[in-house]
């Protein structure tokens, strides 16, 4: 077997979204701090969070938010609430390990 090619960064970065460079951007704590905060996350502090979705599931997003004139965040924001009010694992704590995983890197107020 040969050497496997280092991964191609550049034509990576050409597929980034608006979106995914904003989330990766260093801002300075102040900057931070001045943001606010949309209505819909309940003055709670957002975080990054990004995942793929099907097309096709995307469009429909897309579609909602343009003719029922709800934001894409409120829309996905109400849509996991609704899920996961329904789901019995979601209101259990983490044990210590994986929640200490699960907030690896982030700074508490």
């Given at each position: 077997?040969?050497?496997?090619?280092?991964?191609?960064?550049?034509?990576?970065?050409?597929?980034?979204?608006?979106?995914?460079?904003?989330?990766?951007?260093?801002?300075?704590?102040?900057?931070?701090?001045?943001?606010?905060?949309?209505?819909?996350?309940?003055?709670?502090e957002l975080?990054?969070?990004?995942?793929?979705?099907?097309?096709?599931?995307?469009?429909?997003?897309?579609?909602?938010?343009?003719?029922?004139?709800?934001?894409?965040?409120?829309?996905?924001?109400?849509?996991?609430?609704?899920?996961l009010d329904?789901?019995?694992?979601?209101?259990?704590?983490?044990?210590?390990?994986?929640?200490?995983?699960?907030?690896?890197?982030r700074k508490?107020?």
């Open positions: 077997m040969g050497k496997q090619a280092k991964p191609d960064f550049k034509s990576i970065s050409r597929g980034v979204t608006s979106f995914d460079r904003q989330m990766y951007e260093d801002k300075p704590e102040q900057a931070k701090a001045q943001e606010p905060v949309p209505e819909e996350a309940g003055g709670e975080i990054p969070f990004a995942t793929r979705l099907p097309e096709s599931l995307v469009m429909r997003i897309r579609q909602h938010s343009y003719w029922d004139r709800e934001g894409i965040m409120e829309t996905i924001t109400n849509a996991v609430i609704e899920y329904k789901q019995e694992g979601s209101d259990k704590p983490l044990p210590p390990e994986v929640l200490k995983k699960a907030t690896r890197g508490k107020k």
